[in-house]
């Protein structure tokens, strides 16, 4: 099944509970900074209040986060592909996990 189509279906509504599910306690993801809508917008405002352009608006957004070392927000669907990947692969039994996708804004050792 292609990937897009995994994605929107967990977008859609209850997804089987597949064999990786079951091997975790507790899954987590954080995403950081996503380029949604209302982050387009919050740009845009930000853009139209400093009389500056989107993109100069984008980096001054991601300067004041610290930085994104990726060089641009997620966007919703990486962060759509990643759920969809934990629930498609086969992961070895473990209390939790946690998937960061945040384009290297934390480090990590």
């Not at 859609?12 to 507790?26: D, H, K, M, T």
């Not at 608006?57 to 610290?66: A, I, T």
């Not at 759509?80 to 498609?88: G, I, K, P, T, W």
Request: with cysteine.
């Amino acid at each position: 099944m292609p990937r897009e189509s995994r994605a929107h279906q967990l977008q859609q509504g209850p997804v089987e509970r597949s064999q990786s599910q079951r091997n975790f306690a507790s899954l987590q993801f954080r995403p950081a900074c996503i380029e949604t809508d209302a982050a387009t917008r919050m740009i845009q405002r930000m853009a139209d209040k400093d009389k500056s352009d989107y993109a100069a608006s984008r980096q001054k957004l991601m300067d004041m986060l610290g930085g994104i070392p990726l060089g641009r927000p997620n966007r919703p669907d990486e962060v759509a592909e990643l759920v969809a990947f934990s629930h498609l692969t086969e992961l070895p039994p473990s209390p939790a996990a946690e998937f960061v996708i945040d384009g290297g804004t934390i480090p990590t050792i």
